[in-house]
C-alpha cells in the first residue's frame, strides 16, 4: 500500500490487477476521454501493468490502484505520471461508472497531490485533461491546479487542457 485515506487504499497494482485493468480500460467514460489503450484481454491488461504501471513505481510514480477499505473492492485508478518531454509529473485519475460521483476521486487525488508534495518532494504538478470533460476539469481546480493553456502530445492529435500547480 501506498496511501490510505478514510474509504480507500491506494497501492502498486499488480499483475493478478489484470480483471480490474482490463474493466477500467474499456469503460465507456475512458474510452471517451482517455482513448483505446489497446487492452482487449485480460492478457493486454497483464501486458499493460507489466510494460507500463510496474517499471514507474522504482521512481515513486506511477499509475495506483484505489480500493474501498471497506470491501476490498477496485473502484478506480489515480497516479502520476513523468511524460519523457515534460519536466514535471502529472497527475490523472479515471473510475468505474458505478464509483463515479461517490467522492473517491478527490479524495484519491488529493491524497496522491499530498503524497507527491510531501514525500516525493514534488513543486509542480500538470494535469491534463480534454475541454469538453468538465468533472476530471472540476477536480482540476478542486485540487489547486490551474488552467495554463493547452497542449498536445507529439504522439496525439487531440488538443488538451493543462493545467498547473
Known amino acids: 500500500m501506498i496511501l490510505e485515506t478514510d474509504r480507500l487504499l491506494l497501492r502498486r497494482m499488480i499483475i493478478d490487477d489484470a480483471p480490474f485493468v482490463y474493466e477500467l480500460l474499456n469503460s465507456p467514460l475512458w474510452l471517451k476521454f482517455i482513448g483505446d489503450r489497446g487492452v482487449h484481454s485480460l492478457e493486454d491488461a497483464e501486458k499493460q501493468i507489466r510494460e507500463k504501471y510496474l517499471p514507474s513505481y522504482e521512481k515513486g510514480l506511477g499509475n495506483f490502484l484505489v480500493e474501498e477499505k471497506a470491501t476490498g473492492k477496485p473502484v478506480g485508478s489515480c497516479g502520476l505520471y513523468q ?24 479524495e484519491a487525488a ?6 507527491a508534495f510531501n514525500q516525493l518532494k514534488l513543486n509542480t504538478l500538470l494535469g491534463f485533461t480534454l475541454p469538453e470533460n468538465t468533472a476530471s476539469r472540476k477536480l482540476l481546480e478542486k485540487l489547486g491546479l490551474y488552467e495554463k493553456g493547452v497542449y498536445r502530445f507529439a504522439d496525439d492529435s487531440e488538443e488538451l487542457m493543462l493545467y498547473s500547480t
Do not use: Q, V
Request: hydrophobic share 35%; proline share 7%; aromatic share 20%.
Open 110 to 115: 488529493s491524497a496522491l497531490k499530498s503524497y
Open 83 to 106: 511524460r519523457d518531454n515534460l519536466d514535471f509529473p502529472d497527475i490523472g485519475f479515471a473510475f468505474l461508472p458505478e464509483s463515479i460521483g461517490k467522492g473517491y476521486g478527490w
